[in-house]
C-alpha cells in the first residue's frame, strides 16, 4: 500500500495502472479504486527502508540501454500517424 499510494491519486492513475496490467480493478469504477487507496493509506507509516530494494531495482530497469531506445523509438515513430 505504501509503495503505490504516491502513485494512485485519481481514478486517472488507476485507469493507467489498469492498462499496463499492475492492477485490476474488481470493485467497478477507477474513481472508488482511488478513494479505497487514499482511506486505507490514512493511518499507514511508510518505511523508506522497506521498499529500497524494490526501488533500487527498477531504477536499474529503468536505467538500461535497450529500454531507453525501445522508448525513444516509440516516441520518434509512433507518436503520430
Not at 492498462?19 to 477507477?30: A, E, F, K, Q, V
Not at 482511506?39 to 531507453?68: A, E
Amino acid at each position: 500500500m505504501c509503495l503505490l499510494d504516491p502513485l494512485i491519486d485519481e481514478a486517472e492513475d488507476v485507469k493507467e495502472m489498469r492498462d499496463t496490467g499492475i492492477l485490476y480493478n474488481r470493485l467497478g469504477s477507477d474513481e472508488e479504486v482511488a478513494k479505497l487507496f487514499s482511506q486505507m493509506n490514512t493511518d499507514l507509516v511508510p518505511s523508506p527502508m522497506i521498499y529500497s530494494g524494490v526501488k533500487g531495482q527498477i531504477h536499474n530497469h529503468c536505467k538500461t540501454t535497450w529500454i531507453n531506445h525501445a522508448a525513444q523509438a516509440y516516441h520518434t515513430y509512433f507518436r503520430s500517424p
